[in-house]
């Protein structure tokens, strides 16, 4: 085994990976013993009395080290492949593996999964993986034999999408494609409803398997309203109030190719029906001339805040937004909204919907909190991987 880089604290630094939480800041760090550190490394991070702490993926960055192991062990495939099937039963615990009426969920969910800096969506046998750091970059292949050897028979390919997700100034220049077997099965299924993945042109990995059970939650409240889907992507929310017996739905979003998707699934599910129409268009042009149109209206935009910096402009959209649509509801409906923005509060999230409500002048009572699902879970000692976040209202 080569020899590690080791990076030392600064005194007093080392007590939140003494709590187990995941990240080393580059303002802990002191200084690097042994050889010259490379992005992408693997990194033994010490206290500030060279007592061993952590190992991690080494980042240039305010986020100095992604921290993968609290051992000080040897990090080989069997290291990989073990931390991946880990995240493959917690999925099976949850009942989602075994669940013939659903072939997508989330396989693997960076922190969440002891895996920072890895995502992974499984969609009706392809794994669509996004690497968010150097480190996991480089290693790709290991993922891949990881993969194949922990899904056998149920990996038909791994589609590469990191082009877009790796750090704006890493030395790599990672391409989207596959990186074991290939797939022209590019539709899946959940909850019983079908739907395209575009994982090579489309946002992500291809759909928002984050949104499962609050689209299921949305077929509940659905039926004999008129439901607009806003910030629609692929129509998720759409085929969903469709099934749950909705009069009308519109989709509506800024893109014309999510507009076709959305087409197409809606297509898929429910051929022929007249009550779904979808618009490409922008948010407020649409909004404000929808008053009392609907008295069902979903609000899931991309995220408005990816940095701390930005969250006062940042709540101030989704104010504005959030508003618009308390604004244009009927008396009496039921308005679905969300942020996507880690960095943005349970609580910040809910103090700006109460200012919204105020700006609209609507009374509103709050029917139930929404977060991510079981398959996106939350390292309870990395509490930032908590980021979706959601309300469902009812409006006066």
Avoid at 199 to 225: A, C, M, P
Avoid at 244 to 253: F, L, P
Avoid at 355 to 360: E, I, T, W
């Amino acid at each position: 085994m080569a020899e590690r880089s080791q990076l030392v604290l600064k005194q007093g630094k080392e007590q939140s990976l003494n709590r187990y939480h995941p990240w080393v800041f580059s303002g802990a760090v002191k200084g690097v013993k042994g050889p010259e550190l490379i992005e992408g490394d693997i990194v033994e991070v010490l206290d500030s009395e060279e007592k061993f702490l952590a190992l991690g993926h080494y980042i240039i960055g305010s986020i100095a080290v992604r921290v993968f192991s609290f051992k000080n062990e040897t990090i080989d495939q069997s290291f990989w492949q073990n931390k991946i099937e880990q995240a493959y039963n917690l999925r099976k615990a949850s009942g989602l593996v075994d669940d013939e009426s659903t072939n997508a969920y989330r396989l693997v969910h960076g922190e969440g999964d002891y895996l920072p800096g890895l995502i992974i969506d499984y969609y009706n046998g392809t794994a669509v993986v996004q690497m968010h750091t150097v480190g996991m970059y480089l290693i790709r292949d290991t993922i891949s034999k990881a993969l194949q050897a922990v899904l056998g028979d149920d990996l038909v390919s791994i589609f590469n999408k990191s082009e877009g997700t790796m750090p704006y100034k890493a030395d790599v220049e990672p391409v989207n494609g596959y990186i074991f077997g290939k797939s022209s099965e590019k539709v899946a299924l959940e909850n019983g409803l079908k739907f395209k993945v575009d994982w090579e042109r489309g946002q992500k990995t291809g759909f928002f398997v984050d949104q499962r059970e609050n689209r299921s939650l949305i077929e509940h409240y659905s039926k004999n309203r008129d439901v607009l889907n806003m910030f629609c992507y692929t129509g998720g929310f759409s085929f969903y109030a469709m099934r749950g017996g909705a009069n009308t739905v519109h989709s509506v979003d800024s893109s014309e190719r999510a507009i076709e998707i959305t087409k197409d699934n809606v297509e898929l599910n429910f051929p022929g029906d007249k009550r779904h129409e979808a618009y490409a268009m922008d948010a407020f042009k649409y909004m404000n001339k929808t008053k009392g149109k609907y008295d069902l209206i979903i609000l899931d935009p991309p995220a408005f805040a990816k940095h701390i910096n930005v969250v006062k402009n940042a709540l101030q959209g989704y104010r504005r937004l959030n508003a618009k649509a308390l604004e244009q509801i009927r008396s009496g409906g039921i308005l679905f909204t969300f942020s996507c923005s880690q960095v943005i509060s349970k609580e910040q999230f809910r103090t700006m919907v109460f200012s919204a409500a105020a700006r609209a002048g609507r009374k509103v009572r709050i029917l139930q909190q929404l977060t991510q699902p079981a398959d996106h879970p939350v390292d309870i000692y990395h509490p930032e991987g908590e980021y979706l976040k959601g309300l469902v209202v009812y409006v006066e």
